[in-house]
Nanobody, 124 residues
């Protein structure tokens, strides 16, 4: 089973940028579609972005489209989420997840493997 560890979270001012990383181990990340989800206090976990195995297909939620970019480096076994123009509404715990389904998946129920999460806090 693949293990996922997120990093790169922190405190940033509104308008700033952060890059999250998700390092995979035990299995090659190229065997999985990958996604970033987030959960804010009192809210359900929601998709942020996802990417297929080859990196040729992506999905973004409407709330982050044009501001966030998901990418993958299969050679480094790592997934990234570049976040720009951050807003206080982006404050949440961000989770990396892996799915064995093909294609670009955006439903959390399709993902079997999850990291422990990394906190992103955007101050106004």
């Amino acid at each position: 089973q693949v293990q996922l560890v997120e990093s790169g979270g922190g405190l940033v001012q509104a308008g700033g940028s952060l890059r999250l990383s998700c390092a995979a181990s035990r299995r090659s990340v190229s065997s999985y579609g990958m996604g970033w989800f987030r959960q804010a206090p009192g809210k359900e976990r929601a998709i942020v972005a996802s990417i297929n195995r080859s990196g040729t297909g992506t999905y973004y939620s409407d709330s982050v489209k044009g501001r966030f970019t998901i990418s993958r480096d299969n050679a480094k076994n790592t997934i990234y989420l570049q976040m720009s123009s951050l807003e206080p509404e982006d404050t949440a715990v961000y989770y990396c997840a892996a799915t064995t389904y093909y294609g670009v998946r955006y439903a959390s129920r399709d993902y079997s493997y999850w990291g422990q999460g990394t906190q992103v806090t955007v101050s106004s």
